[in-house]
């Protein structure tokens, strides 16, 4: 019998274009229609009218079981909904929607995110049979953010096919249904074919970069940095001739976001186990090009740094560096004693949420209860100072 087993979710947003992903039981055709829809003052969906005017189809008549259908000319920051269809041999149909999704924002439109990591890597250890994450996923969508970003580990074992749907795409279905999302490799999904089959990210796709509204993102993979066989310590590799290293160089050299924000799995900065002091070797990078916001994940805990530079708190322009270990919490992952570098930690179950304005950086630390447990402000001037309250 043909059935949806994943999704629908969503990839790639800009301000044109988006991707619909889903996964069937077995190889059909897929077909994606997207559907325009009028701000109303009461009515079905929110605010919004139902679905009523047809924008675009589009259809892949070569059967697949991972579908990836693109949607193109669309408009910036502009919600509709979309219909996902699939055909087998058959003539068995299946279908999902209509379900909202909304294009990127263009520079100067505030938008928000949320940010997690470790729904995998923690289920491991998990005995709450998946609660955390579904309460995760389930809080995060509260906040209706316009995208996502997981700091890698979504799986216990990449390589295992089971994983992604028991740890990510199982407990985030509704979540992913009308939130895009960015994801980095972590030490758990081991750069397995999974991740690149189930994710759509931009070239070179292991580690790329995006701009949504005021704020350019930059992914990186610090597993190729630091493989396994030689982890904590990185290949010596992280430096100029290294193409992750050069493409980051361009990549920062290249934007002039009002906003910097890179993230990657493995932390160069957090008081409990599992720091990766060998990561440090990027932060005169990050320092030289503006990067105002670094999220790493890997220690299963919370943690935000003082604002750093050249290896020392700096109120007046450093980085701050937060590990949003997510999903899980590891008390014993915390060491009794706070590192200089450290400004607040925590061993909950959490995820960030992030408004971005031309001026802010809101961030706020949540717990899976809904509980607010940190937050911080960064406030950039016209002349680009910045100050944190
Ligand atoms: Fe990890």
């Not at 003052?41 to 579908?67: C, D, F, Q």
């Not at 599992?274 to 943690?303: A, F, K, M, W």
Request: proline share 7%; with cysteine; glycine share 8%.
């Amino acid at each position: 019998m043909l059935t949806i087993v994943k999704g629908p979710y969503l990839q790639r947003p800009t301000t044109e274009t988006m991707t619909i992903m889903w996964e069937t039981s077995e190889p059909a055709a897929g077909q994606v229609d997207l559907w325009a829809s009028e701000r109303i003052h009461s009515g079905h969906r929110g605010n919004y009218k139902p679905p009523e005017r047809l924008v675009s189809s589009v259809r892949h008549a070569e059967p697949a079981t991972i579908h990836r259908l693109a949607l193109r000319g669309l408009e910036p920051g502009t919600l509709y909904f979309y219909q996902i269809y699939a055909e087998n041999a058959a003539g068995e149909r299946v279908q999902s929607g209509p379900h909202p999704l909304k294009t990127a924002v263009p520079r100067g439109v505030p938008f928000s995110f949320t940010v997690t990591s470790e729904t995998g890597g923690y289920s491991g250890f998990d005995v709450t049979d998946g609660r955390i994450n579904r309460n995760i996923f389930r809080r995060m969508g509260q906040y209706r953010p316009d995208i996502a970003l997981f700091v890698g580990d979504l799986v216990n074992d990449g390589h295992r096919y089971e994983d992604w749907e028991t740890y990510f795409f199982g407990p985030g279905k509704e979540f992913l249904r009308s939130t895009p999302f960015y994801s980095c490799l972590g030490n758990h999904e081991d750069h397995a074919e999974w991740y690149d089959a189930f994710m759509d990210f931009p070239s070179p796709r292991s580690y790329y970069s995006f701009d949504y509204g005021d704020v350019h993102f930059t992914c990186l993979d610090s597993t190729e940095w630091i493989p396994s066989a030689s982890y904590p310590h990185s290949a010596g590799e992280i430096r100029p001739g290294n193409a992750q290293f050069d493409f980051l160089v361009r990549d920062l050299e290249a934007y002039d976001a009002r906003w910097k924000v890179v993230f990657f799995h493995y932390p160069p900065y957090v008081s409990g186990g599992y720091q990766v002091e060998d990561l440090r070797q990027i932060c005169p990078l990050l320092e030289r090009y503006g990067v105002d916001l670094v999220i790493n994940s890997h220690t299963i805990v919370y943690e935000r740094s003082h604002p750093l530079r050249s290896g020392q708190v700096d109120e007046e322009g450093g980085i701050v560096y937060l590990v949003a270990g997510g999903a899980g919490a590891m008390p014993e992952w915390l060491l009794p004693k706070r590192e200089w570098h450290t400004s607040q930690s925590l061993a909950v179950p959490h995820f960030l949420q992030v408004t971005a304005t031309s001026s802010r950086l809101e961030i706020r630390a949540i717990d899976e209860e809904g509980r607010l447990f940190d937050s911080f402000r960064i406030r950039k001037g016209n002349d680009g100072k910045k100050t944190y309250d």
